[in-house]
């Protein structure tokens, strides 16, 4: 099961259509759209707006604030779980550090990018 969360899996069901001719997959799926299977149907996995009939002029972001401005994935609302494409891993590492430290009994430091981000608990 695809978490739409996360832009790679958006981008992978858009990847099932091979056949985007106005707006292509990846800015699709960095607009937090993802396919529906239908046609050139797309939704929002954030707002659950659905677009479709798409026209030579239209791009994914203005088609997006167009139907639904206050979408929170637009609006850079902090509370959206959206993981771009490039932060899995980082998501990851962090989850590997957590389950690292909870199974030993000593503190540990986590580091982000060769720079102390503070002590584990």
Known sequence: ???????TH???SLLKMNDWQH?????LAKSGFYYTGEADNVRCAFCNLEVR??????????????????????CNDQRVPNIAI?????QEKICRAQ????QSDRPAH???RGVEVGELK
């Open 99 to 102: 389950a690292a430290i909870n």
């Open 53 to 74: 009939g798409w026209e030579e002029e239209d791009t994914a972001d203005g088609e997006h604030r167009r139907w639904n401005p206050n979408c929170p994935f637009l």
């Open 86 to 90: 490039g932060d899995e891993m980082t």
């Open 10 to 12: 958006r981008l992978y």
């Open 110 to 112: 986590l580091v982000y």
């Open 1 to 7: 099961m695809l978490n739409y969360n996360y832009e």
């Open 23 to 27: 707006v292509g997959p990846f800015s």
